[in-house]
Nanobody, 127 residues
């Protein structure tokens, strides 16, 4: 499967942004999906994950409920709604797909379970 992240941009602190991940070339509904981010000079970190049927989601605790992951299998797309953005949310955001769809949710924190990655979309939050 090929993944294409989009929708990044410049937003003021306190604002909202929704980024998207479009998939092609595979059976989208069979994959678990994750969002990761990489801030300048830092390692990539887990943001959120969602099972293939959208019934189960998992978030980084550091987000404090500000982000929401969702997917639309009919559109072959996943989304990350980001609210109350902070300057520390500035990063390149990556979507990823895992063929291993039945792990415990906490396992999806690990980059190693994802075989497919999009190219990333830059989100910049100004103070």
């Amino acid at each position: 499967v090929q993944l294409q992240a989009s929708g990044g941009g410049l937003v003021q602190a306190g604002g909202s942004l929704r980024i998207s991940c479009a998939a092609s070339g595979g059976t989208f509904s069979s994959y678990a999906l994750g969002w990761f981010r990489q801030a300048p000079g830092q390692e990539r970190e887990f943001v959120a994950a969602i099972r293939r049927n959208s019934g189960s989601v998992y978030y980084s605790r550091s987000l404090n409920g500000r982000f929401t992951i969702s997917r639309d299998n009919a559109q072959n797309a996943a989304f990350l709604q980001m609210n109350n953005l902070k300057p520390e949310d500035t990063a390149v955001y990556y979507c990823a797909a895992s063929e291993n769809a039945n792990y415990a949710l906490s396992v999806y924190r690990s980059e190693s379970v994802y075989a497919y990655w999009g190219q990333g979309t830059l989100v910049t939050v100004s103070s």
